[in-house]
C-alpha cells in the first residue's frame, strides 16, 4: 500500500508508517501480519480495561442505538451526562465538584485555563491570570495547553505564545536529574520549593491564578516527586493563595494504585483534569472538574452575557458518557483500583530487582502500574544518550521482542500496561523488556556510545 495521506501525530514524517496494528483482545494488539505484541503502555496510557471489552463495547452500541448524538447546548441535556458528572462528584476530592465535558485531556486543560480567566474576571480580579508550569511538565498540545507542556518537541517551530498567555515555569521535581553534589532529596525539595516561592514573589503573588501538576509525570519520563515535595508545594501555593491544578489524565482511575494519583501523592486539588481512562479510551472524553466555589462565581456572568460562551460539539457525547459509566463501574465492580495496587507493587519490586543493577539503568522509578527506567551511558555520572540514542535502541527492541513500550523525554523507557494485567503477565513483559535492553546495551556498545 502506498503511504497515506495521513498527517501523523507526535512522529517523525520520515519514519510513518512502520507498525499497522489490526485488532487487540486483553493486554495484547495483533498488526496486520498476525504478530502479536504485548501492549505494555496501555496504548498512550489509556486502555485501562485492555482490548475488546465487550460490556463497554456494548455500551456504545446502546446507546448509538437509543440517542447516537445530542449536543448540550442551550438547555439541552441528557441521561448519561447527568449521571457521569454525579458519579465523579461523588468520586473526586474536590469540594462540591462541576464538571465540563469534552474530548481530550489537551481541551480539558485549556477548559480550566479559560475557566480561571473567566472566574478571577467574575470575583473582580483581572489581573490573576499567571500560571505556573513545570519543566519537564506535559499538559496537552493545544495553544494553551501546549504553552503549558514543557518538553522541547512539543514546543520547538510551534512559536508558543508563552508571554501572551501568562505561563512561567519553575524546577521539574526529578532528584536523579536535578541533584546538585552531594545534595540530599531533602535539601533538593528545600531547593526548588524555595526557588518556587522566590519566583511566586518576584511576579507578585496577586497576579498568579494556579499552579498546574501531574502527580506523577507521563511524558516527561513518570518522574515521582520525592517525599514531603508536595506537602511542602501545597504549603506555598496556598500561603500566597494560588489554586493547585492537578492534571490527573494520566495518573486518574487506578494507574497509581488507588483511585486518583492526588490521592497517592498527598495532593489536595482545587482543579482536576481527566481523560484516558475515564472510558478506557474507547471513546474520546474528558473532564475538567472545578470546585463549587468556582461554578457559582461565574452564575451572573453567564446570565449577563446570555451563555457561558465555551463548549464543543461533542462535549458529553451520549455515548462517550455511557463508555465512562461503563467503565467506571467495572472498575468498582472487580475492584481494580486494588488489583492495580497489589499487581503493581509487585511489577514494581520486579522491576527494581531485575534492573537496578543493569549497566544501561541509572534509575528505575514509578508507582503502581506506571514506571520507567532511565537509560544512561555512564552508571557512575548519570550521563545520558544525546538524541535519545538509548531510548529509540530499547524501543525498537522491545518491539521486535514483541513488547510496545515508549522511550519518552530522550532515553526514559516507559511502561504502563493496561489495570488487568496479571503478575504472570507482569513477569512474561518484563521478560522481554529485559532481553530487549539486553539487545540495545550491546548494540550502544557495539557504536561506542557507553562511557568506559
Sequence with gaps: MDM?????????????????????????????DGNKYIEGLAGLWCTSLGYSNTEVMDAITEQLHKLPFTHTFGGKTHKPIMELAEKLKAMVPVEDAYIFFGNSGSDANDTHYKMLRYYFNAIGKPEKRKIITRERGYHGVTVAAGSLTSLPANLAHFDAPLEALHILRSDAPHYYTGRRGNETEEQFVDRIINNL?????AEDPDTIAAMIVEPITGASGVIVPPEG??????????????????????????????????????????????????????????????????????????????????????????????????TLEIYERDNLFEHAAEVGAYMQAQLREIFTGHPLVGEVRGKGLIAALELVSNKTTGASFDKGAAGAAAQKACQDNGLILRAVAGNALALCPPLIITKAEVDDMLARMKAAVDTAYAELQDKGLIAA
Aim: with cysteine.
Design 4 to 32: 497515506a495521506p495521513v498527517i501523523y501525530p507526535t512522529t517523525n514524517f520520515t519514519a510513518t508508517e512502520q507498525l499497522c496494528l489490526d485488532r487487540g483482545e486483553g493486554i495484547y494488539v495483533y498488526d496486520t
Design 197 to 201: 516561592e522566590e519566583q511566586i514573589l
Design 229 to 326: 515535595y508536595y506537602e511542602k508545594l501545597q504549603a506555598v501555593l496556598r500561603k500566597h493563595g494560588i489554586l493547585v491544578w492537578a492534571d490527573e489524565v494520566i495518573c486518574g482511575f487506578g494507574r497509581t494504585g488507588a483511585d486518583f494519583g492526588c490521592t497517592t501523592m498527598g495532593i489536595k486539588p482545587d482543579l482536576m483534569t481527566f481523560a484516558k481512562q475515564l472510558s478506557s479510551a474507547y471513546f474520546p472524553i474528558s473532564a475538567s472538574v472545578i470546585p463549587g466555589w468556582m461554578y457559582e462565581a461565574m452564575i451572573a456572568q453567564t446570565n449577563e452575557v446570555g451563555v457561558f460562551g465555551h463548549g464543543y460539539t461533542y462535549s458529553g457525547h451520549p455515548a462517550a458518557c455511557a463508555a465512562a459509566l461503563k
